[in-house]
């Protein structure tokens, strides 16, 4: 299931122990809203392996700011809390389920 990741949600999400996988985006970007069904249907296939959510760069700044965040769509692919990937722009599905399956 796709959540939404805040500034104040992303350490616990984090501490699940599982691969977080953070689209940062924005309602401005229409690149963004291609990739969004893809997200879903990734949040779907691995719901309980993975934990996949969106993160509306305007809304939280320290999270952008963390992961330096400079064009949307990014997709920040974290193992063991810490930075394993990262995709700028749109790519086709099986380029995310690669780096996701690369992490399990």
């Known amino acids: 299931m796709e959540i939404e990741i805040t500034d104040e949600n992303f350490a616990a999400e984090v501490a699940k122990g599982m691969p977080v996988i953070i689209d940062f985006w924005a309602t ?47 997709v920040v692919f974290l193992k063991d809390g810490q930075e394993a990937d990262r995709l700028v722009g749109v790519a086709g599905k099986n380029v995310y389920e690669d780096k996701i399956n690369s992490m399990l």
């Open 28 to 74: 401005w970007c229409g690149p963004c809203r291609r990739l969004a069904p893809v997200i879903e249907e990734l949040a779907a296939q691995y719901d309980g392996k993975v934990v996949i959510g969106k993160c509306d760069i305007e809304e939280n700044t320290e999270l952008t700011d963390k992961f330096g965040i400079m064009n949307v769509p990014t």
